[in-house]
């Protein structure tokens, strides 16, 4: 069987997921539900340097 169509699947699924979540981020700022000190503090936490 060829890897072909599940690549295709593969990167459908990542840009499908990509568009989602900036849709997300976009109306959740929008309608005030989300604050931007969020994002810095999420990043912050997995970003971390030792």
Known sequence: MSQ???GTIYVSNLIGS???AAIGVFVGLELGTIEVTAFGELAHGVLKYS
């Open 4 to 6: 072909r169509p599940w």
């Open 18 to 20: 990509a568009v989602f």
